[in-house]
T-cell receptor
Framework: DTEVTQTPKHLVMGMTNKKSLKCEQH?????MYWYKQKAKKPPELMFV???????INESVPSRFSPECPNSSLLNLHLHALQPEDSALYLC??????????????FGSGTRLTVV | GIQVEQSPPDLILQEGANSTLRCNFS?????LQWFHQNPWGQLINLFY???GTKQNGRLSATTVATERYSLLYISSSQTTDSGVYFC?????????????FGAGTRLFVKA
């Protein structure tokens, strides 16, 4: 079992819906990330939170809104998505600010379909 | 920006065979990691290996940072080794950290 828990595992939403993806870790990691992965492609970084502050936003459209309520939780709020936003959304965490310094731990992902 | 190339893109093995996956990167990097993504999408850390050689069971990895490549060795392959193997590098520059994934090697191990 992964030590990074993502919910829900699957989500189908309409283009006018508002939904949230959740990610939780209890390893004491202080950096958390959202990645987007399209089929047969590598993961693409969306956001990085370091010590609960947003440190990286990779020019992600505003219909994706991240939130880090505390050091263990990371949310991704979704609103007015497009069908091309359908993908696997992965959460990851790591110790400290050097993301690969001790290795990432990934969650099992949320498979999102926008209809 | 830095380029990360993995080869081969696809690989089919008979169970029990050995294989070598390669990751080339175009510039110096601070960190490198190998991941396995299983058919259900779960990404698993295999090795954190910015340089040197590490072994874990049937898997081992070598990174030659001065020559800008890393190799992942799989010995006595099993059907559960199927999936996609990603190499990811991290480079620290003026703009902060940048993590780049290679396109992956898709492995299928036949029983």
């Amino acid at each position: 079992d992964t030590e990074v828990t993502q919910t829900p595992k699957h989500l189908v939403m309409g283009m006018t819906n508002k939904k949230s993806l959740k990610c939780e870790q209890h390893m004491g990691h202080r950096a958390m990330y959202w990645y987007k992965q399209k089929a047969k492609k590598p993961p693409e970084l969306m956001f990085v939170y370091s010590y609960e502050k947003l440190s990286i936003n990779e020019s992600v459209p505003s219909r994706f809104s991240p939130e880090c309520p505390n050091s263990s939780l990371l949310n991704l709020h979704l609103h007015a998505l497009q069908p091309e936003d359908s993908a696997l959304y992965l959460c990851a965490s790591s110790q400290g600010q050097t993301r690969l310094n001790y290795g990432y731990t990934f969650g099992s992902g949320t498979r999102l379909t926008v209809v | 920006g830095i380029q990360v190339e993995q080869s081969p893109p696809d690989l089919i093995l008979q169970e029990g065979a050995n294989s070598t996956l390669r990751c080339n990167f175009s510039d110096s990097v601070n960190n490198l990691q190998w991941f396995h993504q299983n058919p259900w999408g779960q990404l698993i850390n295999l090795f954190y290996i910015p340089s040197g050689t590490k072994q874990n069971g049937r898997l081992s990895a070598t990174t030659v940072a001065t020559e800008r490549y890393s190799l992942l060795y799989i010995s006595s392959s099993q059907t559960t080794d199927s999936g996609v193997y990603f190499c990811a590098v991290e480079r620290i520059g003026a703009g902060g950290f940048k993590t780049i994934f290679g396109a992956g090697t898709r492995l299928f191990v036949k029983a």
